[in-house]
């Protein structure tokens, strides 16, 4: 059972780090009874964690009126699947169409580019023994406890997505996708996965992509460069994250 993740991802000092590990020993002997937990989890979101939720949001609402799918590239523990339920649940609890796909090897990296730069190496970002089972609990927690739960609007597709993407459109020849999240880290993939997807998107789309600008991982970058052309479109940030980017195709 391996869940390793890459030194370099880490910025955080030493002090931080034992200091967030307190902090869940805190979480993890809370005081407040399980019927009241859920309702209390605030009180644990860090700054950290809280930006990126709300930037997660702030994309979610520019495909409020944008027609089409969810795909997220690189899910690993699958928080962000589990945000855009909610947020689907909040914002559009009637729009079925809106299914939420994510894809992961739930492996780790299958392999490293040399365009990946020095510090990645296969296997990095693994998730625990059959985790999959454990977050499809989850994201049928919060299907449950929003309008038409008996249609399942979440996937979750196991594998090397270079290979399960078009799997998945060939099945699915439907497809238009209203917002792909990029956060592979990696050049190969993100590059297959853009290439593939490029004429499922749709005016008002939205790709986001987590790393680039990386200097430890330059891969993303290059990924983009060479499909869409770093020129061709305007890389919009949010002050509430130092990396996260996104592209809103016109
Ligand atoms: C940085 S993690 C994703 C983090 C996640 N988006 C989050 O916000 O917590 C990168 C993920 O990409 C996945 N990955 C990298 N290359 C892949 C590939 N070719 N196919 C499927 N998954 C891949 C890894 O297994 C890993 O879980």
Not at 76 to 82: T, V
Not at 186 to 196: I, S
Not at 220 to 231: F, H, N, P, S
Request: with cysteine.
């Amino acid at each position: 059972m391996g869940n390793s993740e890459p030194n370099i991802i880490c910025k955080s000092s030493v002090i931080e780090r034992e200091k967030r590990l307190e902090f869940v020993d805190t979480l993890k002997n809370t005081p407040i009874p399980n019927n009241e937990l859920l309702m209390n989890l605030g009180l644990y979101l860090n700054r950290q964690l809280l930006s990126r939720i709300l930037f997660m949001h702030e994309l979610y609402k520019k495909i409020i009126n944008v027609h089409g799918v969810i795909m997220e590239f690189g899910i690993r523990w699958g928080q962000n699947l589990a945000l855009f339920e909610v947020f689907r649940g909040i914002y559009e609890p009637y729009n079925y169409t809106r299914k939420i796909i994510g894809f992961d090897t739930l492996s780790g990296f299958p392999s490293v580019n040399e365009k990946d730069g020095q510090i990645v190496k296969k296997g990095d970002y693994s998730v625990s023994e059959n985790y999959e089972e454990y977050l499809r609990k989850v994201l049928d927690y919060h299907e449950s406890e929003n309008p038409i739960p008996h249609i399942k609007k979440s996937e979750i597709i196991k594998g090397d997505a270079t290979k399960t993407i078009f799997e998945y459109l060939k099945a699915h020849p439907e497809t238009v996708i209203a917002f792909a999240y990029f956060d592979f880290d990696l050049y190969e993939p993100t590059k297959v996965c853009l290439e593939a997807i490029r004429d499922r998107l749709t005016k008002g789309s939205i790709i986001g992509f987590d790393e680039l600008n990386h200097p430890q991982l330059p891969g993303e970058t290059l990924a983009v460069k060479e499909v869409l052309g770093l020129d061709k479109y305007k890389i919009q940030r949010s002050p509430l994250n130092p990396y996260v980017s996104y592209i809103v195709i016109e």
